[in-house]
Nanobody
């Protein structure tokens, strides 16, 4: 089973760039047909999909966040990272990473990111 663990700064100020990392164990980022997602859940709202990095390194983003979002990876650390720029208090949420593959979807526990104005 793939295990994922998010880590982030916790509290950031508006206008900054926040980076949230997802460290993977029990699987490889480049394993065939594995897809690595970032999602978030703002307080009182549902899950929002942010973007994805494929096992071959291709990335895709939600159009509403695309201009402020990038996903990178470090295969030597088996880690992929979400970068969200120019954050506002509306970006306050629990950020989740997951792995989608033929056997199902594995989730991290999530990490809270709070943006102060």
């Amino acid at each position: 089973q793939v295990r994922l663990q998010e880590s982030g700064p916790g509290l950031v100020k508006a206008s900054q760039t926040v980076s949230v990392a997802c460290t993977v164990s029990g699987g490889s980022l480049t394993a065939d047909q594995h897809y690595w997602n970032w999602l978030r859940q703002p307080p009182g709202k549902g899950l929002e999909w942010i973007g994805i990095i494929h096992y071959n390194g291709a990335t895709y983003y939600d159009p509403s966040l695309k201009s402020r979002t990038s996903i990178s990876w470090d295969t030597s650390k088996n880690q992929f990272t979400l970068h969200l720029s120019s954050v506002t208090p509306e970006d306050t949420a629990v950020y989740f990473c997951n792995s989608a593959h033929i056997k199902g979807v594995d989730w991290g526990q999530g990490t809270q990111v709070t943006v102060s104005s």
